[in-house]
């Protein structure tokens, strides 16, 4: 503490960013400030509460870097939090990839649900975000059955059932009229963009025709699609009437927790909302700048940004390079109080429900991390490994960041080495993971758990050791019904309570990582059972085995057949012995 109290007195009143650290010298929290002295020496004299107090707890040291102005600090804070993933930072949900409706652009184009990595650039016609991907699945089936776009991935050399049912031209046989093209990318424009009368009223044409000719069922699907219109897609009183991309954004403070809600308007109509609910670290205006900010370093900064005054529309104007506008009146008033109590609700609504979450994931991470004697833990990875009778041997590897699941990070492995018991298993996909994490330097796990017991452990600590690694890796100890009753290390156990959110933390886990590799080994076996049953039938070599494989890929289509089908692509002998293996 002395150490940091002499830090403090040199500190400068320039803008720029600072980084915490703890006693292992990681990162654990980085923050932006218009003047670092002031900021920084926030944290060490007044009294704190909640995960602001957990963070100053864990501070034994600091460094800062120095910005020109306000908006290099925050830019720079941005880059930092990405680099260094700290403990204690808000980390929005980068995972989110958003569908937008796309019309391709092809000679025949087609109607689909896109996830475009870039939006600049994207030679297709996008539509959207939408956060909602069932709505966007919804209106894309609706349009496809009304619209005959094309519906193969690849064009095929005969029309299908498609071209029957009157779902597409037959591109790929017949010969189509641009102008008809032309006409039906223009006409699903405009209903994306919020103009339905045009396909309300062929909908409603197609109806009439349906009803006319008897097919009442047919009449009563375009009945329902119309009511999804009026319901779901024109719902919305409050409308700009205007072509400005433009997003709405406000929060809410209360409990030390802030809510975030975002509005996002296209063609003067709300088409969907984004909103974030977590704890208050450090002061609101710096975190509502950083949300803000963050948010559109992963999504489209759009042409115009409507906020309340208590925004910083400068700092972030600059930022962002877009307008931010602070409405006094009317229409942009009133979306502007909408956000607000849209974030007011969803945090009065979710409050008890984020308290108890954040006490079984980010508390019962810490208590973990207190029980085994790792003073900071974040990051956990868990392997667990399966297989058939030692066939179709997998492993897979699930990561928990604070006491959560970060789906991105899982891995697969399937094990190629010729010994398939558990602890070569173990040994193979620890060498695998760790030697990637050094070669690629990659972000190395606090803990590494092993769903199995001391001889895992044993294989895994072998591989470390051999890799120059110093991670510990705990073992999962279960009792004969294979339930978790503590954690065992090559040289200790930790007993663990079973009412306690450390064990149900870990149960997560340990169920997690099983449903993953499950998975993931059915996937496997499910590709190669069908080559292991042509394997076994006498009379199907090589080739015949791999014409079978390429024409019926699955077990269940090739039972399907009768005995007459199986002769007609094999001798009849053969065909028999197929026939009378797959019905056993």
């Known amino acids: 503490m002395n150490?940091?109290?002499?830090?403090?007195?040199?500190?400068?009143?320039?803008?720029?960013?600072?980084?915490?650290?703890?006693?292992?010298?990681?990162?654990?929290?980085?923050?932006?400030?218009?003047?670092?002295?002031?900021?920084?020496?926030?944290?060490?004299?007044?009294?704190?509460?909640?995960?602001?107090?957990?963070?100053?707890?864990?501070?034994?040291?600091?460094?800062?870097?120095?910005?020109?102005?306000?908006?290099?600090?925050?830019?720079?804070?941005?880059?930092?939090?990405?680099?260094?993933?700290?403990?204690?930072?808000?980390?929005?949900?980068?995972?989110?990839?958003?569908?937008?409706?796309?019309?391709?652009?092809?000679?025949?184009?087609?109607?689909?649900?896109?996830?475009?990595?870039?939006i600049k650039g994207h030679k297709g016609k996008l539509f959207g975000p939408y956060p909602n991907a069932y709505a966007a699945r919804k209106t894309v089936q609706l349009l496809n059955r009304i619209y005959p776009f094309r519906k193969c991935h690849t064009m095929d050399k005969k029309v299908c059932l498609y071209y029957h049912i009157g779902q597409c031209l037959g591109y790929c046989e017949k010969k189509v009229d641009k102008e008809i093209i032309n006409?039906?990318?223009?006409?699903?424009?405009?209903?994306?963009?919020?103009?339905?009368?045009?396909?309300?009223?062929?909908?409603?044409?197609?109806?009439?025709?349906?009803?006319?000719?008897?097919?009442?069922?047919?009449?009563?699907?375009?009945?329902?699609?119309?009511?999804?219109?009026?319901?779901?897609?024109?719902?919305?009183?409050?409308?700009?009437?205007?072509?400005?991309?433009?997003?709405?954004?406000?929060?809410?403070?209360?409990?030390?927790?802030?809510?975030?809600?975002?509005?996002?308007?296209?063609?003067g109509r709300i088409n969907m909302r984004d909103g974030e609910v977590f704890p208050l670290i450090g002061e609101v205006s710096d975190t509502v700048s950083y949300f803000v900010t963050s948010f559109y370093d992963k999504n489209e900064v759009p042409k115009e940004i409507l906020v309340s005054d208590s925004f910083d529309n400068e700092l972030l104007s600059n930022a962002l390079n877009t307008k931010i506008l602070v409405p006094r009146k009317g229409l942009k008033k009133k979306l502007v109080e909408m956000a607000l109590e849209n974030a007011k609700i969803v945090?009065?609504?979710?409050?008890?429900?984020?308290i108890r979450d954040d006490k079984r994931t980010f508390g019962a991470n810490e208590a973990l991390g207190k029980l085994i004697g790792i003073k900071d833990l974040k990051r956990i990875e868990t392997f667990d490994n399966a297989h058939l009778f030692g066939t179709y041997t997998v492993s897979g590897m699930v990561v928990f960041t604070n006491g959560k699941p970060d789906k991105r990070e899982y891995r697969k492995y399937k094990i190629d080495s010729a010994s398939k018991d558990d602890y070569h298993t173990m040994q193979e996909v620890i060498y695998r993971r760790y030697y990637r994490v050094l070669h690629d330097k990659l972000e190395k796990p606090d803990l590494i758990i092993v769903d199995g017991g001391i001889q895992q452990v044993h294989a895994a600590k072998q591989v470390l050791d051999s890799l120059y690694l110093d991670i510990p890796v705990l073992g999962l100890k279960k009792n004969d019904k294979h339930t978790t009753t503590a954690l065992i290390s090559e040289d200790k156990e930790f007993e663990i309570d079973k009412t306690s959110d450390v064990f149900h933390l870990l149960t997560r886990i340990q169920d997690e990582v099983h449903r993953f590799t499950i998975n993931y080994h059915k996937e496997i076996r499910s590709k190669g059972s069908l080559s292991s049953v042509l394997d076994t039938v006498p009379g199907i070599g090589s080739k015949r085995k791999k014409e079978l494989l390429k024409k019926y890929k699955t077990i269940t289509k090739l039972k399907s057949l009768s005995k007459e089908e199986l002769t007609s692509v094999l001798p009849e002998k053969v065909a028999q012995d197929l026939y009378d293996f797959l019905k056993e």
């Open 3 to 118: 150490k940091i109290k002499e830090k403090l007195k040199l500190l400068t009143t320039e803008p720029g960013c600072y980084l915490m650290k703890n006693e292992n010298n990681q990162v654990i929290y980085v923050g932006k400030a218009k003047n670092l002295k002031r900021r920084v020496s926030s944290y060490f004299n007044k009294e704190h509460t909640g995960k602001t107090k957990a963070l100053v707890e864990n501070i034994v040291d600091f460094e800062y870097i120095v910005t020109e102005t306000e908006v290099e600090s925050l830019l720079l804070e941005i880059n930092l939090i990405k680099k260094y993933s700290p403990k204690y930072n808000i980390l929005l949900k980068d995972n989110k990839s958003y569908p937008y409706i796309e019309i391709t652009n092809d000679k025949y184009p087609r109607l689909i649900i896109s996830r475009p990595r870039k």
């Open 183 to 267: 006409d039906m990318i223009n006409e699903v424009t405009s209903f994306l963009k919020g103009n339905y009368d045009e396909v309300r009223k062929k909908i409603n044409t197609l109806m009439l025709e349906a009803s006319d000719s008897l097919n009442f069922e047919r009449a009563l699907e375009y009945k329902e699609m119309l009511e999804y219109i009026d319901k779901v897609l024109e719902k919305q009183k409050i409308s700009l009437n205007d072509n400005v991309t433009r997003d709405v954004i406000n929060y809410y403070v209360k409990n030390e927790y802030i809510s975030f809600q975002v509005l996002h308007l296209r063609d």
């Open 347 to 354: 945090l009065d609504e979710r409050f008890e429900l984020i």
